[in-house]
């Protein structure tokens, strides 16, 4: 029994291309059942190498609230992925580059629905400006610009 | 003005027949009699989560939530002292209630607040018979969230028949893992998305534990809903709800569409349940509106009695008709209201709050919707410009269109409104409603007699989008 659940398992991982066995990374979006968005924006994480499950819920501010989003950053689905909060339209790339660097903060948002964010169409207006967030009551400080 | 008083000289005659006109003039007597009642606004607890789990600080109308039903009769006057127990000023609205623009319980527009440790004299006759509620008017966020909510019962001289008449007061909490109520009421994605939905629906008070019902008994069932944000769409497995009155107004019976009895925040159903099931069995009642969050609300449990009747009883369901002037469309004058802003509302509020493309609209207190361009938010306060004058008598035909992505049930204080059309399509079954439910995108046609003077509010009964702007007020002189 053992030996067949080992080759099994071997034989996948022999048999899964290695890309896309390390690429994908494993989400759970959190966001309101009512908003069209957030759904634009999985399907644009998925499409980036991520694995989103989709969790329709009804107090999302207060989710976002308890995983330590500041009110100010809030935006309308709050992402949970590999150990760190993503609030609001983030860019695929400042999300990796936060699963690569592992800092010691508690996520990272982008405050508002700004318009040219992915998910959400439209002109990019200006910069994006990512904040990191922590939840020892430290002022948010910028992660990084886009 | 033409009035419906069929139902009066249906009263009279039945009453005349059956006892006589001594017992005629007594009741006309005691009907006449002042009704006094009191209700203290303050703060108290209650075990909303059930028997085991902890207390929940509640705000509370006489201690208890919802507030105490207060049962009383069509066309009997009608006297409540309201005491304000809280620490900040407070109003009561009689939610439908037809009433002098002064009893109407918005602060600054209809009267002073009740300030902290002061009281208010309500006095009002109900002219309609049906399910109505009571809740304050100031600061309503935050003191309906925490529990001031009631239901108010105006009597029929003459109800239909059933075996039984209950009432589902539904209420919505957002409650933290220690059952206390969350804070952050008013947060800005709340305010421009669905409002505050909660977490944990309670009926009349508790999380609903099984309804026990017996076998062919006929129910008449009132359900208010009282929640700050949540909708409701109910059905009741195996059952055949009869719609009998929506909003307090009777209504020509009949089932809903698709078996589905969509209750938005402040509206009230009455249905008639005939308790059809097998002695012994079990039939759940879910709520199924918000996609792929559908829960069991709780469920028709049957007592192993035989049933109380072997048919359904052959009584008549339609209810006695309410004296509500009937609009004259043919002079009517038409107004237009226009609901706009919320998330991905397409830029609409963009010179309300600097708003720009699709960013948060409702931040740091500010609008997030507006009507006809307009942003009037709180609760109501002195001053307040009306969007639309009627002179009074004039029938109004009013257009609503939703042009958010929400949903929004748009309550009119002091009149009913005949619903006319949905999209285009009439609205069948003779509907009037003091709270009449939007769609996204939706277009509604009503119309109303302006007979009663006043500044009149019109608001969506979301709490957090009234707040943030979705509320105007209109004059009859």
């Given at each position: 029994m053992k030996l067949t659940y080992r080759l099994a398992a071997l034989a996948t991982l022999i048999a899964t291309p290695l890309p896309a066995f390390a690429a994908t990374i494993n989400a759970v979006m959190y966001k309101n059942p009512q908003c069209s968005c957030c759904e634009s924006y999985a399907n644009y994480l998925e499409h980036n190498g991520f694995k989103v499950d989709i969790k329709p819920v009804n107090?999302?501010?207060?989710?976002?609230?308890?995983?330590?989003?500041?009110?100010?950053?809030?935006?309308?689905?709050?992402?949970?992925?590999?150990?760190?909060?993503?609030?609001?339209?983030?860019?695929?790339?400042?999300?990796?580059?936060?699963?690569?660097?592992?800092?010691?903060?508690?996520?990272?948002?982008?405050?508002?629905?700004?318009?040219?964010?992915p998910g959400m169409g439209g002109e990019k207006s200006g910069p994006f400006v990512v904040y990191a967030f922590t939840k020892?009551?430290?002022?948010?400080?910028?992660?990084a610009t886009d | 003005?033409?009035?419906?008083?069929?139902?009066?000289?249906?009263?009279?005659?039945?009453?005349?027949?059956?006892?006589?006109?001594?017992?005629?003039?007594?009741?006309?007597?005691?009907?006449?009699?002042?009704?006094?009642?009191?209700?203290?606004?303050?703060?108290?607890?209650?075990?909303?989560?059930?028997?085991?789990?902890?207390w929940t600080t509640v705000w509370a109308y006489d201690g208890t939530v919802p507030g105490p039903t207060l049962r009383v009769q069509q066309g009997r006057p009608l006297r409540i002292t309201v005491?304000?127990?809280?620490?900040?000023?407070?109003?009561?609205?009689?939610?439908?209630?037809?009433?002098?623009?002064?009893?109407?319980?918005?602060?600054?527009?209809?009267?002073?607040?009740?300030?902290?440790?002061?009281?208010?004299v309500y006095e009002f006759t109900p002219p309609d018979a049906g399910t109505f509620w009571y809740h304050p008017h100031a600061d309503s966020l935050v003191q309906l969230g925490r529990g001031?909510?009631?239901?108010?019962?105006?009597?029929?001289?003459?109800?239909?028949?059933v075996d039984r008449d209950l009432l589902w007061l539904l209420q919505d909490w957002r409650l933290t893992d220690?059952?206390?109520?969350?804070?952050?009421?008013?947060?800005?994605?709340?305010?421009?998305?669905?409002?505050?939905?909660?977490?944990?629906?309670?009926?009349?008070?508790?999380?609903?534990?099984?309804?026990?019902?017996?076998?062919?008994?006929?129910?008449?069932?009132?359900?208010?809903?009282?929640?700050?944000?949540?909708?409701?769409?109910?059905?009741?497995?195996?059952?055949?709800?009869?719609?009998?009155?929506?909003?307090?107004?009777?209504?020509?019976?009949?089932?809903?569409?698709?078996?589905?009895?969509?209750?938005?925040?402040?509206?009230?159903?009455?249905?008639?349940?005939?308790?059809?099931?097998?002695?012994?069995?079990?039939?759940?009642?879910?709520?199924?509106?918000?996609?792929g969050l559908a829960y069991t609300l709780t469920t028709l449990a049957y007592d192993s009695a035989s049933p109380l009747r072997a048919h359904p009883l052959d009584a008549p369901l339609g209810l006695p008709r309410n004296p509500l002037p009937q609009p004259d469309l043919a002079s009517a004058e038409r107004q237009e209201i226009v609901l706009q802003g919320g998330m991905m509302g397409g830029g609409k509020l963009a010179g309300v709050g600097g708003?720009?493309?699709?960013?948060?609209?409702?931040?740091?207190?500010?609008?997030?919707?507006?009507?006809?361009?307009?942003?009037?938010?709180?609760?109501?306060?002195?001053?307040?410009?009306?969007?639309?004058?009627l002179k009074r008598g004039t029938t109004c035909h009013l257009t609503m269109r939703n042009e958010t992505a929400w949903w929004h049930p748009m309550h009119v204080h002091g009149f009913s409104l005949l619903v006319l059309a949905r999209n285009g399509s009439p609205v069948p079954n003779r509907q009037w409603q003091d709270t009449v439910l939007l769609a996204p995108k939706d277009t509604i046609e009503c119309a109303f007699v302006a007979d009663n003077p006043g500044d009149w509010m019109l608001h969506c009964h979301v709490a957090d989008h009234q707040m943030a702007g979705l509320m105007t007020v209109f004059r009859v002189t």
């Open positions: 107090n999302l501010s207060q989710i976002s609230s308890d995983a330590g989003v500041p009110a100010d950053l809030e935006g309308c689905h709050t992402l949970m992925v590999d150990g760190y909060v993503v609030d609001g339209l983030v860019p695929v790339d400042i999300v990796k580059k936060l699963l690569a660097e592992r800092p010691p903060i508690t996520g990272i948002a982008l405050a508002g629905m700004p318009s040219g964010a020892d009551g430290k002022a948010p400080a910028v992660y | 003005m033409d009035i419906d008083f069929s139902y009066f000289f249906t009263r009279r005659r039945l009453l005349q027949a059956a006892a006589g006109v001594a017992s005629t003039t007594l009741l006309t007597a005691r009907a006449s009699e002042l009704d006094e009642r009191e209700l203290k606004a303050a703060h108290g607890r209650a075990g909303l989560a059930g028997p085991d789990a902890p005491e304000n127990g809280l620490d900040e000023d407070t109003t009561t609205h009689w939610h439908g209630i037809r009433l002098p623009n002064a009893m109407d319980g918005v602060p600054g527009l209809t009267q002073k607040p009740i300030k902290p440790g002061e009281n208010f001031l909510a009631g239901a108010l019962i105006v009597e029929e001289a003459e109800p239909i028949v220690d059952k206390q109520l969350a804070p952050r009421f008013g947060s800005a994605m709340d305010a421009a998305m669905s409002g505050r939905v909660g977490n944990v629906v309670t009926v009349n008070g508790t999380v609903p534990v099984d309804q026990l019902v017996k076998a062919g008994e006929r129910v008449r069932l009132r359900l208010v809903n009282a929640c700050l944000a949540r909708m409701v769409a109910l059905r009741f497995e195996g059952h055949r709800p009869v719609i009998v009155a929506i909003d307090g107004q009777p209504c020509d019976p009949h089932e809903p569409e698709d078996g589905r009895l969509m209750l938005a925040p402040a509206m009230r159903i009455d249905i008639v349940l005939d308790m059809q099931g097998d002695p012994g069995s079990r039939h759940a009642v879910t709520d199924d509106f918000y996609d708003m720009m493309g699709m960013a948060t609209p409702g931040m740091n207190g500010g609008a997030a919707w507006a009507i006809n361009g307009m942003s009037m938010t709180g609760d109501g306060h002195a001053g307040m410009a009306p969007q639309f004058t």
